[in-house]
């Protein structure tokens, strides 16, 4: 299998990302976020003393490892969100439980993001309710599945590293049946079958049909382009906080093979 680097560009123009990347293949842009001030002013500290009074829901993992969105992998807390930053960002706290928030972005924080990125066509509009924040414990794993939309990938503080297979290789990644809960994510556990190769073939004997694998770590400041039905299992190598800009195929755009049946 040909590990390849996702393509990097400190920025890129409209006209020639929808032609080269959107909806074609992934890429890192390392200086998206030049106008936004939540890179430097975005700090552990900061994030905590926000006055927010409302409780926030953070997942937990069931093997302290791996976060979806369903209760096969994951279980649910409630936290303030001072207490969310504090255990998460590991301010004056070691709790050796890792967590994730995915939460709506509280709108104290608005002011310093900006959803009009210079290397999107004007056509491109984020819709403010499927914004989210993300944010984790070193070692978090969202383990390999896709998402139905493009999706923009925005690194505040920490960095992940994100390994990508393109659509075509859907049949080699034993997704789960359409009907079940983790319906768009792979059976293949990707931690172990980089560690237990041997075994995890057994199980998964097409896995090693995979031709091509695509890696990026994504840095403070950087933006991480993903297209729909890609691929990627996200792993946390700091203690970290994103922001997610996903949106919708448009009706002329084409759509992957395995997002239809």
């Avoid at 925005?154 to 990508?164: D, E, P, R, Y």
């Amino acid at each position: 299998m040909d590990i390849i680097p996702v393509t990097k560009l400190e920025r890129i123009e409209p006209e020639q990302f929808v032609e080269r990347f959107q909806n074609k293949r992934p890429v890192l842009i390392t200086k998206g976020l030049k106008d936004w001030e939540a890179i430097e002013k975005w700090t552990p500290d900061y994030l905590k003393n926000l006055p927010l009074a409302e409780n926030f829901t953070v997942f937990t993992s069931k093997d302290n490892t791996h976060f979806l969105d369903n209760n096969v992998v994951s279980d649910r807390i409630e936290l303030s969100w001072k207490e969310s930053i504090e255990r998460i960002l590991h301010i004056n706290s070691e709790d050796s439980n890792r967590l994730y928030m995915r939460a709506e972005i509280p709108e104290t924080l608005w002011n310093d993001i900006q959803t009009t990125l210079p290397f999107l066509s004007s056509e491109v509009k984020f819709k403010k309710e499927t914004m989210r924040i993300w944010i984790g414990t070193k070692g978090n794993v969202t383990p390999l599945h896709y998402d139905r939309c493009h999706g923009l990938l925005a690194q505040v503080i920490g960095s992940k590293k994100f390994v990508l297979f393109a659509p075509p290789d859907t049949r080699n990644l034993y997704p789960y049946e359409s009907t079940h809960v983790m319906s768009h994510a792979s059976r293949v556990n990707l931690q172990k079958m980089e560690t237990n190769k041997a075994e995890e073939l057994k199980s998964y004997p097409k896995f090693k049909n995979i031709e091509e694998r695509y890696e990026v770590v994504v840095e403070p400041g950087n933006v991480l382009y993903t297209p729909p039905g890609w691929w990627h299992d996200v792993t946390s190598l700091t203690d970290g906080v994103s922001i997610t800009l996903p949106w919708d195929l448009s009706l002329h755009e084409n759509v992957p093979a395995h997002m239809i049946n």
